[in-house]
C-alpha cells in the first residue's frame, strides 16, 4: 500500500462533542505529524509522533492529543469541540531516514456546528 | 509578523505565461524550503526541495532561494489550466524528516485557457 490515507473523509459535529481523526502512515514511514488548515490558511503544525511517542507540538491546547500505533498509523483526539475548530485536518507522514519527503493525506473535513 | 509571508492573490494568468511565486520569511534558522501544490479538496503534494540557497530546476518549475534576502521562488513556465491550484510555501529548521513544516498562507494561482 502507498500513500497516506485519511478517514473519514468529512465528519460534521455538535459544539462540546468528542472527535477521532485516523491516519494510516505511507508504507516505509515511521514518523507522522497533524496539521490543521482552516480555509483560505496555509496548514498549521498541530503536533508530531516518532516511535509512539510525541516529537514536538505546536501551539494547540490540551485538548488536542494523539497516538502513534506500532504499525505507524495515527489518531488525532479532540475534546470539547468548538466552533473554531471547524478545518480541514492533514496527516502528513515521513521516514526518519532516507531522503526528504512530507506525503501528506487528502485530509479529513470537520465542521463543528 | 508571522514567520513566513505570502501573498493570497488571488493570480490569474493565461495559459503559456511565466509564473512567479513568491514568500518572505523572518527565520534566519530555515534551512529547508518547499513549495506545494494544493487542489481543491486534497492534501498538499510536494512540487519541490531545497536545502540552504540556490537554485533548482525540475522541468517547468525552477526554485530559488535567497537567504541574505530571506526570499523565495518558485517559477513556473509555460503554464497551463493544470497548474490552477493553491501553493503554499513551506520551510523548517533542523534535519529533514522530523520537527514542523511553517507554510504560507498559500497564493490561488488560475491559469486560463
Known amino acids: 500500500e502507498t500513500g497516506v490515507t485519511q478517514s473519514p473523509t468529512h465528519l460534521i459535529k455538535t459544539r462540546g462533542q468528542q472527535v477521532t481523526l485516523r491516519c494510516s502512515s505511507q508504507?516505509?514511514?515511521?514518523?507522522v505529524s497533524w496539521y490543521q488548515q482552516a480555509l483560505g490558511q496555509g496548514p498549521q503544525f498541530i503536533f508530531q509522533y516518532y516511535r509512539e511517542e510525541e516529537n514536538g507540538r505546536g501551539n494547540f491546547p490540551p485538548r488536542f492529543s494523539g497516538l502513534q500505533f506500532p504499525n505507524y498509523s495515527s489518531e488525532l483526539n479532540v475534546n470539547a469541540l468548538e466552533l473554531d475548530d471547524s478545518a480541514l485536518y492533514l496527516c502528513?507522514?515521513?521516514?526518519?531516514?532516507?531522503?526528504?519527503?512530507?506525503?501528506f493525506g487528502s485530509g479529513t473535513r470537520l465542521t463543528v456546528v | 509578523q508571522k514567520e513566513v509571508e505570502q501573498d493570497p492573490g488571488p493570480l490569474s494568468v493565461p495559459e503559456g505565461a511565466i509564473v512567479s511565486l513568491n514568500c518572505t520569511y523572518s527565520n534566519s534558522a530555515f534551512q529547508y524550503f518547499m513549495w506545494y501544490r494544493q487542489y481543491s479538496r486534497k492534501g498538499p503534494e510536494l512540487l519541490m526541495y531545497t536545502y540552504s540557497s540556490g537554485n533548482k530546476e525540475d522541468g517547468r518549475f525552477t526554485a530559488q532561494v535567497d537567504k541574505s534576502s530571506k526570499y523565495i521562488s518558485l517559477f513556473i513556465r509555460d503554464s497551463q489550466p493544470s497548474d490552477s491550484a493553491t501553493y503554499l510555501c513551506?520551510?523548517?529548521?533542523?534535519?529533514?524528516?522530523?520537527?514542523?513544516?511553517?507554510f504560507g498562507q498559500g497564493t490561488t494561482l488560475q491559469v486560463k485557457p
Open positions: 508504507s516505509g514511514h515511521n514518523t
Open positions: 513551506a520551510m523548517k529548521v533542523g534535519s529533514s524528516n522530523t520537527g514542523k513544516l511553517i
Open positions: 502528513a507522514s515521513s521516514s526518519s531516514t532516507g531522503s526528504y519527503g512530507y506525503t
